[in-house]
Structure formats: structure tokens, C-alpha cells
């Protein structure tokens, strides 16, 4: 099954005209090793992940394959050199200090860890993220820790504003011209994110099935 739902997946991805490579993250929190193994079965090679502890378990057990990791949940600054150590990606980063520990905890032997600013785009009290006005203060000076590379921004935009917040991504990342990463689009809503200019979506329900 989760093969035939990757396949399903990808095909909407491709039905969408786009000018730049589209990759899937397979959203793989609460799932287990068997059904990430399924997925890899089927080809799948980005995974992201939410709560640092479980991933750990899963990065272990999959580490003879050369799967690519994304931290995607809240960050507490307590976690950072776990994530530093064990992700290839982190998308979640909201603020400096979180970066600085970040590029000051990452083995340089493992080469940058490559880094998205999550986006607060509808400004929501639960979200975390910067607000938009404060995105530019922060871009040069992550942009010079040695140990990342900045790479764009993410969000997760409210359900009902969706194709307003991709929009106002797309004119974000416009103004950047060295950044080449937007991730946004999920189960729901992949389809708009890729025609607004998303490289990478997200998608753990239309994949894995409902969580429980
Ligand atoms: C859970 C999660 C997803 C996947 O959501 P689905 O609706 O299951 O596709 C994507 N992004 C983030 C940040 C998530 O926490």
C-alpha cells in the first residue's frame, strides 16, 4: 500500500508543470521502522522527521542505506547538537541562537548542515516561526556560520489562506537570489505549493495513511 501511495504521490507531483526539481519528503513521525521500510523499498529517499527522539531510533536502524534526513518539529535549543550531529537538513530553525548552536555543534567532517528559517507566514499565536519583518535581519548572519548553509525558507501556512502564504513565499525567496529552497506543500495542498515554486514537499497522511 504505501508503495501504490508513493507512486499516487509522485504522479501529482509530476502533473504540475515546474521549472525546478521537486523532491518528496516522506513525513515518516509516529511511523515504524517497517513501514519507513516499505517506503525505501519503493525508492523513497528523503524522510522527515518531528521529535528528535524517535527519529534517533529510526536514523540508527536505517544507517547502512544512505537516506537523507530532515528535521522538521520545534527545536528546543537543549536538542541542537543531537540534530546537528544526526540530520542533513533542518527546516525548523526560527531564530540565531538556534543557528549559532547548530553550526558551533556540527562535525565539520560531516560537511554543512543545510538550513531552512521556518516562516510564521499568517502570523499564528501556535506557530512557530519568524515573522516576515524580521527575516531579513537574521539572513546575513546565518548565512556566515561556517558550519551551515542556507539554503531558503519553510512554512506551514493556515489551511485556508494556503495559496495566499505560497505566494508571499515565492516573493520571499524572489529577493535571494543565492537561496534555491522552498519548502512548503503537504497531503493536502501539494499542488498549489509546487505552483507557487516549491522544491520540496512534505507529505506523511497521503503516503503512510491516517496517523492514530
Ligand atoms: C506532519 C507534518 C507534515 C505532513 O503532514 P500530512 O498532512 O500528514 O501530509 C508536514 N510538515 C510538517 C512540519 C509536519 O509536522
Not at 15 to 33: D, F, G, W
Not at 142 to 155: A, D, H, K, Y
Not at 182 to 198: C, R, T, V
Request: charged fraction near 25%.
Amino acid at each position: 500500500m504505501i508503495a501504490a501511495n508513493l507512486k499516487r504521490v509522485n504522479l501529482r507531483i509530476d502533473s504540475i508543470e515546474h521549472h525546478h526539481e521537486v523532491q518528496l519528503i516522506a513525513v515518516s513521525k509516529t511511523r515504524s521502522n517497517s513501514e519507513i521500510q516499505e517506503a525505501v523499498n519503493a525508492g523513497q529517499v528523503h524522510f522527515g522527521e518531528n521529535y528528535l527522539q524517535e527519529s534517533l531510533d529510526k536514523i540508527s536502524f536505517f544507517k547502512e542505506r544512505e537516506l537523507i534526513w530532515h528535521f522538521i518539529g520545534p527545536i528546543q535549543s537543549n536538542k541542537t547538537a543531537l540534530i546537528a550531529e544526526n540530520f542533513d537538513w533542518v527546516h525548523s530553525v526560527d531564530r540565531l541562537k538556534i543557528a549559532k548552536r547548530l553550526s558551533d555543534q556540527r562535525d565539520p567532517s560531516l560537511g554543512k548542515l543545510n538550513i531552512l528559517i521556518q516562516i510564521n507566514i499568517d502570523e499564528e499565536q501556535t506557530k512557530s516561526g519568524l515573522l516576515l519583518k524580521d527575516v531579513n535581519e537574521i539572513i546575513s548572519e546565518v548565512s556566515n556560520l561556517p558550519n551551515l548553509s542556507l539554503r531558503g525558507f519553510m512554512c506551514i501556512p493556515s489551511p485556508e489562506n494556503s495559496a495566499k502564504s505560497f505566494s508571499e513565499m515565492s516573493d520571499l525567496i524572489s529577493k535571494y537570489p543565492f537561496l534555491d529552497t522552498l519548502s512548503m506543500g503537504m497531503s493536502s495542498d501539494l499542488e498549489l505549493a509546487i505552483q507557487n515554486g516549491a522544491t520540496l514537499v512534505r507529505v506523511g497522511t497521503d503516503i503512510f495513511g491516517p496517523r492514530s
